[in-house]
């Protein structure tokens, strides 16, 4: 029923949301049969005066802007002294204070570890490879090849949830308007990572084969960008301000806040910001070439017809040959119930 939606768009599109200047050919699916998809959102979005790109222009600059805006809080460059320990030697390193991040600290060490190293962990807490270091530190590296890495697994569903969550924002023409709602906490037994978005057709679409490709597409364009995830710590009312478009963000920017003493953690990649607590991987490329958008799924959110978009993906240099993927790939179409408890779900689309 309305299969190939036609609001899908490829290169061009993903070229102008992360400010590439090449030029590239948008390939558009043909639209002929699904004029009545495009009247519905029409309808539920006439009241709309924004589209999918303003908005992320708008949240990317606030990022900017508050970005600046803390460096200048900064009174002075104090040292701090940075103990790295691993391999390929433990080293003493003297970094600046609420600048320099655990990248900088392996721009000192090595390529190697710039190229392996996808989260950190400062003083016993997991730590963005972006994030600055806020005073002396014991400083260790995780990469995919540990013994143990269930917890940069975590954050490579998680970072892959995000990424999905803009490959949606910026997959659709400008008359649909997406409005992100969520995505659940990762969980890796669940096999698949998701994100729930609101598309203002009801549930008149069911995406074809095609369509669902596109999507993964578009994640290997982002991984092969390698575009690192930035985050900033903003006030609620800051944030209230940059989701106000969003009723669904607004609702849970109040309940996070009370939670984390009036503050809101930001991620920003490319130009697409989000809520997120994190941590993320260091940046898109650490996404394999193994990556599968299979299925999305048809839910009700309080009454609001929405879409499960789900994925599996494996991280860059993790290998698993064609039957074994497949058959992650046929996993992954099966409903994720993460965060469904309380939730409708209709016929998986």
Sequence with gaps: MYKNMSVLREALVCSNLFQKSQKSKAVFIDMTRNRYVHQVSRQMTATFHNTNQSIR??????????????????????????????VPENVLLYLNKGMSTPYNACQHMGEMLMDRSALAIVNGQFWDMHRPLEEDSTLKLVHFHDK??????????????FMLSAVLDLAFKEDILVELHSF?????????FVADVDLKCGHEWTP????????????????EQKLNFERLVVSAELASDM????????KQIPSIADNYNDKITLYRIGDYVDISGGPMIGNTGFLGRRCTIPAAHKITVDGTPMYRFQGVA????????HVAFSALEERAT???????????TAQPA
Excluded at 60 to 85: C, G, T
Excluded at 208 to 223: I, T
């Design 314 to 321: 494996l991280p860059k240099g993790i290998h698993l040959n």
């Design 243 to 250: 989701f106000q478009e969003n009723q669904y963000k607004s």
């Design 334 to 344: 099966r409903i994720n119930m993460a965060g469904l408890s309380s939730l409708n």
């Design 184 to 192: 659940p906490a990762p969980n890796v037994a669940s096999g698949s």
């Design 208 to 223: 074809s084969g095609e369509e669902l490709r596109v999507f993964s597409s578009l994640m290997h364009k982002l991984a």
């Design 148 to 161: 143990d890495p269930f917890h940069l697994n975590r954050a490579f569903w998680r970072s892959c949830s």
């Design 57 to 86: 222009e708008k949240r990317s600059k606030m990022f900017d802007d508050e970005k600046k805006r803390q460096l200048n809080l900064i009174p002075r460059i104090d040292k701090i002294e940075v103990q790295y320990e691993g």
